[in-house]
């Protein structure tokens, strides 16, 4: 994959801050609730933890995209090469534009599709319970893991994307670019959540974010029209 697309991953991530506020931002704050006072009010201390949540998360995103480029070059492997890059890359792009939608709180169709990992979040979910409350990072590090396994739209849609990108190393190296762009947003509210739930509430950053991965996926798409 060209580095473009990666650089589209992490941006879509970066700006996808506006909907890890409402779906993560109440996980990030009870996660620091359940640390002991001396631990929260340690800068360093509430850093590492937060730091060890994402890795955890991080390292499910890229599992996930490694199994979904996978099942990618299954479905090449039916098809014709072209009509199968053409398949992959034009849902990519209609996830896309409507992860755009969503963002922007115009169309919540992804809501819907949110539920469809509902039935495996019920088998997780019991096993995070057993890890709190945290005491140790590398308790924070195992929560995080399964945490990254959370029903999340913003995440199916780039699933999709990363069944578009040619094999498991791209499917991986896809989401692994798409999760470092949502590090900085769920660190800030994971040590600053006051601060940053205000500013990503905002109705003009939740619609300038929403547009801009709109654009990714019209341009998605358009990649995918080339190839006829």
Known sequence: METLSYLSAFMVGLLGGVHCLGMC????????????????E???TLLLFQLSYNLGRIFSYTLAGALMGGLGILLVQWLPLQTAQRVLLGFAGIFMMLLGLYLGGWWMLLNRV???GR??????????????????????????TLWGWLPCGLVYSMLINATASGGLINGALLMLAFAL?????????GVLTGAAAHLLQSK??????????????????YRALLLG
Do not use: H, Y
Not at 121 to 141: D, F, M
Not at 204 to 221: D, H, P
């Open 25 to 40: 931002g109440g996980i990030t704050g009870t996660l620091n609730l359940g640390l002991e006072p001396k631990q929260r």
């Open 42 to 44: 340690n800068a360093a």
């Open 114 to 116: 949110e539920q469809l």
């Open 119 to 144: 039935g495996l979040w019920v088998q997780i979910e019991p096993l995070g319970r057993r890890l709190l409350p945290v005491k140790t990072p590398s308790q924070a590090l195992l929560l995080g």
């Open 181 to 189: 762009g949502t590090l900085p947003n769920l660190l800030l509210m």
């Open 204 to 221: 003009r950053v939740k619609q300038l974010s929403g547009l801009l991965v709109l654009g990714f996926g019209v341009w998605t798409l």
